[in-house]
Nanobody, 113 residues
Framework: QVQLVESGGGLVQPGGSLRLSCAAS????????MGWYRQAPGRQRELVAT?????RTNYAESVEGRFTISRTNANVYLQMDSLKSEDTAVYFC?????????WGQGTQVTVSS
């Protein structure tokens, strides 16, 4: 059983920064893709960024140039800079391992004055 636990969310002012972390545990081998998704109130869940086992990255257009995804083994991080109010959402960690998708419980990010 794979477990994903997110941390690092909170309240930040527009223009500020946050760093989200996701720790994966369980019996996991080296070949897998991890990512971050988010869901704002009244909106569907959307992809934020993904990173493959060999560190190839993909970003949503809305966060390109502001967010950076990285990983160390079974941990994935999301550095969020120049935050905007529209970034407010619950952020979920995701892992695709051997065709099975795993999700964390989410961490709240609120960008407001």
């Amino acid at each position: 059983q794979v477990q994903l636990v997110e941390s690092g969310g909170g309240l930040v002012q527009p223009g500020g920064s946050l760093r989200l972390s996701c720790a994966a545990s369980g019996t996991i081998f080296s070949i897998y893709t991890m990512g971050w998704y988010r869901q704002a109130p009244g909106r569907q869940r959307e992809l934020v960024a993904t990173i493959t086992y060999d560190t190839r990255t993909n970003y949503a257009e809305s966060v390109e140039g502001r967010f950076t995804i990285s990983r160390t083994n079974a941990n994935v991080y999301l550095q969020m800079d120049s935050l905007k109010s529209e970034d407010t959402a619950v952020y979920f960690c995701n892992m695709n391992y051997r065709g099975v998708v795993y999700w964390g419980q989410g961490t709240q990010v609120t960008v407001s004055s």
